[in-house]
């Protein structure tokens, strides 16, 4: 997907015409990550109304699909000037905020979102040492998303435990379906998988300190992890056709019913067709060991001061009306995702009460394998889980694989 200049098009007579204030108007550049056209139509409303009640700012919107602005958003801190920036929790703003490459909000911009009603928890999983580098904008749970009519035609009820799961997976093959399915060409699908099997058999602490590096893929823990995954590929549970797409790729399939199930986080639910969209249900990870705390991934997204941005006022500005007008409700009512501020609106669907009721039961809460784990780990991990998914799903050479390339 094409970068798009939203600046550009105005001047060119866009009906967004955000450039229309006089040429000493305060500038806003702003980096978007857009991961679906309901979002992206979403986050354009919103900086129209701010538009409109800000005519003294001049807005650049920069969108960036997902894969790109990942990849590159390290390099455009180090060389662009953005006043505020899609990203996420966890290592990955850790890292970035070490690098000098953010600007930390003030006490008083802290005080404002606690004020509004953001949740204390989020605003602190952007605090690194003694500052908040991070605005919290949506959070939401992982979990299986399944056809309730093919379930409900074949007797299958969400499974709550490892071996109704591992039914379910027998019945529809035995229909026919395959399972699952994922698209792991970007990887992170299959991270997915691996954070969810290591939470429920070795528990979040040995699982945090494997991504921070303080463990070994080599361990005999992690092997089992491996063993489990690989049981379930060489069963042929998961859609060999759709393992090296993209993670959206793999929709169609569940929509036409030649899935039974998928593992993915809550954001998935925006791209539903309407007319489906009440046939999806969703559940959490289940549970392997009867003694074993339900952990649950909360991947959380945050809007971030870069370091380099010239515009501290308008940033300020944008910022306050975010919180003030309850924007951040509206944009996770549309991506179908959680809001870290509440009260919930009235308007609180299936899949966010989903989350909701998930994330609070969880015993505890990672934010995901690449946003959890120091970048030299990632890419080594995502080379390993590739090597992994392919026959003959060998676990010794994919973890050797892992601990090779992150001594590298």
Known sequence: MQTYRWLARAIAGCALSWCAAATHAERLVIDYMISSGQQRTAWVGILNRFAAANPDI??????????QYKRDFIARLEKEKVDIAFWFAGERLR?????KLLAPLDASQVDAMLKAGFAPNTIEASRIGTQVYGVPLSYYAWGFFYRKSVFETLGIRPPATWAEFLQACDRLKAAKIAPMAFGAKSAWPAAGWFDYLNLRLNGIEFHRRLLRGEESFRDARVRRVFDEWRQLLAKGYFLSETMHNEWDDVLPYLYRGRIGMTLMGGFMASKFPPALASDIGFFPFPRMLPDMPMYEEAPLDVLVLPARGENRRAARRFV???????????????????????????????????????????????????????APLVRAAFEGFRAFLKPPHDADAATRLIEELARH
């Open 58 to 67: 001049q807005i650049v919107n920069n969108e960036y699909a997902q894969e």
């Open 95 to 99: 890292d970035a905020a070490e690098r």
């Open 320 to 374: 306050q009306f975010l919180v003030d007008q309850g924007i951040v409700r509206e944009i996770n009512d549309v991506r179908h995702t959680v809001s870290p501020q509440k009260p919930l609106t009235a308007s609180e669907d299936a899949m966010q009460s989903a989350s909701v009721r998930i994330l609070d039961g969880a015993a505890g809460l990672t934010y995901f394998f690449d946003r959890d784990a120091k």
